[in-house]
């Protein structure tokens, strides 16, 4: 019996994710009744609610119906968190985010996407490469995609183990351990969420673990740089790309539709987006990035693109301990910006000592040592206020950071 048979109501916690929401998308669209609560409102729980799905704002016990065979909730969720508590005491089996993936994927042909950077646009990339090829995959992608209706996920067909199942393998606390890919591809293992790794020894061996549970491993040296047309800017698409073909054609996918798929794949929400212009005629965009190799490919990728522009960047760090721990990187990470703005940090899942260890004030003390046109932004509407003030035609406000630095974007181009 499959996932999607054995199951028939499944209560989500945490369903404004980007993971968790693609997950009830998928249940709903396989006949199971959906229900689901997250902390606060968002983008994602106000599609849902024209989904159908109807998710409540707030935490409560009352959330749970009691009728429910399975409660799936997201990492960030704690076990105090009381709709888990309504769980326990109800004897309703709960599984995370990625247990439950590992459930769900037994019954396809499980392809993983792993690595510090480019894991949401190789899995969009090979994704979209499928459908073309008409092999109908199943994708789950940590952002939105216009191909598959502005949506985190793709629905295909199911009919057995030879179906396709693409995703994205996160290794924040070995998470990927719960999945067992038929082919997996590493893209790259630059130490990250040092929250939980405190080496990059420890770090490169979780991908290790990941890969003696996979039939077959595509490593970064066995990918050459992609040497076809790709649709968005940067050396670093150029190897995802590179990844992607090598994964596409080792399903079989012949190279004209590799070709045609990566010439015509323009991006995901959040990487590198242009989200319009300000009233002064500055372009704005928005991207992911949070780790300083990314903001360093980020960059560039908007330098190749737009040689002539005054580039100012807005960061907020996602994470004090992630901040505190990759500081040299960071502050080495912003030569192709003329202008640099660290309006916050944002807090997730930080301890106080976290908090104390650094500020955005030491951030921007330790950027200034390599670059000299770098400031404190006060927060994001103070930062706001200020490129409004100070942006004209022909600049680019580059905005980046995981957390809610999207605000300035919304803001400026309001």
């Keep these: ?45 106000n599609e849902l609610l024209d989904e159908e799905i109807s998710p409540v704002v707030g935490h409560n016990a ?62 969009a990339m090979l994704g979209l490469i499928l459908e073309r ?50 082919l997996l591809g590493v893209l ?7 929250d939980y790794y405190h080496s990059q020894e420890d770090y490169e061996q979780a991908f290790h673990e990941l890969a003696e549970q996979s039939e077959e491993v595509i490593w970064p040296e066995d990918v050459s740089e992609y040497e076809g047309e790709v ?12 990844m992607a073909a090598h994964l596409a054609r080792r399903l079989g ?35 992911y990035a949070h780790h300083p190799t990314e903001i360093m490919a980020t960059l560039a990728a908007a330098r190749e693109k737009f040689p002539d522009e005054r580039i100012v960047a807005v960061f907020q760090p996602h994470q004090y301990s992630r901040t505190r721990d990759l500081l040299t990187g960071f502050a ?7 202008e640099v703005i660290i309006p916050n940090i944002y807090a997730a899942r930080d301890r106080a000592a ?12 330790e950027i200034s040592k390599y670059h000299d046109n770098v400031r404190y932004g006060g927060g994001l509407e103070k930062t706001a206020e200020y490129l409004e003030e100070t942006t004209e035609d022909g600049d680019l406000i580059l905005v980046m950071g995981a957390g809610d630095v999207d605000q300035v974007s919304y803001r400026l181009t309001a």
């Design 231 to 242: 649709g968005v800017p940067g050396d670093h698409n150029l190897m995802n790309a590179g």
């Design 354 to 365: 976290d908090k104390e260890s650094i500020s955005p004030e030491i951030l921007v003390e």
């Design 62 to 123: 009352e959330n749970l119906p009691e009728d429910a065979d399975m409660v799936i909730y997201s990492e960030a969720v704690p076990a105090s968190n009381v709709e888990r508590v309504r769980a326990e005491e109800l004897g309703v089996p709960a599984v995370s985010y990625f247990e439950a993936l590992g459930e769900i994927t037994e019954d396809y042909r499980l392809i993983a996407i792993a690595g510090s950077h480019g894991k949401t646009t190789v899995t």
């Design 1 to 45: 019996m499959s996932f999607f048979e054995e199951h028939k109501k499944i209560h989500f916690i945490g369903i404004g994710g980007i993971g968790v929401s693609a997950l009830a998308r998928l249940c709903k669209a396989r006949g199971i009744e959906v229900s689901g609560s997250d902390a606060t409102a968002s983008s994602i729980t």
């Design 253 to 287: 996918v012949p190279e004209g539709i590799i070709a045609e798929s990566l010439k015509a794949y323009h991006g995901a929400w959040r990487r590198f987006e242009y989200k319009g212009m300000t009233l002064n005629g500055a372009a704005v965009y928005d991207d």
């Design 332 to 338: 080495q990470a912003f030569e192709d910006a003329d």
């Design 133 to 182: 090829a008409g092999m109908d995959p199943t994708v789950v992608v940590g952002s939105k995609l216009k191909e598959f209706g502005n949506k985190n996920v793709r629905v295909g067909e199911y009919s057995g183990l030879t179906d396709l199942f693409v995703l994205e393998a996160c290794e924040y606390r070995r998470d990927f351990l719960s999945l067992h890919p038929a």
């Design 188 to 194: 790259n293992m630059d130490l990250d969420h040092t």
